[in-house]
C-alpha cells in the first residue's frame, strides 16, 4: 500500500515556475515506478512525467519537454515536479501516481495509487 500526498500548487504567472513535491509513505516507494499526471476542467487525466523505480529513466509528455523535470529521492519518499516557463495552458489539477508493473508509463489505468491532487494555475 501507497499512500501520496501532492504539496507546491498555487498561482503563477505566464512564465514563472513551480515545484511540485508528492510524499509517499510506505516501504514500497523505491520499488513504485512514478507519474505525474493532470486534468484541466472538461479534459481527461493525462500524462505529464514519468520516473523509473530508482530515477534511471525519465520520460515527459511533449507538450512539457524542456519545460519540466521530474526527479526523485528514494531515501526521502519523494517525488518532484519542478515546472518552468510556465503557460496558461499548464492550468489543471496535477497528481502523482505510483505503480508496480511494466505497463506503460503514459497510461492513468497503469497507475496502483493517487494521491488526491494539488491545483495549478497559471495566469495570463
Known amino acids: 500500500q501507497v499512500q501520496l500526498v501532492e504539496s507546491g500548487g498555487g498561482l503563477v504567472q505566464a512564465g514563472g515556475s513551480l515545484r511540485l513535491s508528492c510524499a509517499a509513505s510506505?516501504?514500497?516507494?523505491?520499488?513504485?515506478?512514478m507519474g505525474w499526471f493532470r486534468q484541466a476542467p472538461g479534459k481527461t487525466r493525462e500524462f505529464v512525467a514519468g520516473i523509473s523505480e530508482h530515477g534511471i529513466n525519465t520520460y515527459y509528455a511533449d507538450s512539457v519537454k524542456g519545460r519540466f523535470t521530474i526527479s526523485r529521492d528514494n531515501a526521502k519518499n519523494t517525488v518532484d515536479l519542478q515546472m518552468n516557463t510556465l503557460k496558461p495552458e499548464d492550468t489543471a489539477i496535477y497528481y502523482c501516481a505510483a505503480k508496480r508493473n511494466y505497463l506503460s508509463y503514459f497510461t492513468p489505468t497503469s497507475y496502483n495509487y493517487w494521491g488526491q491532487g494539488t491545483q495549478v494555475t497559471v495566469s495570463s
Open positions: 510506505g516501504r514500497t516507494f523505491s520499488s513504485s515506478a
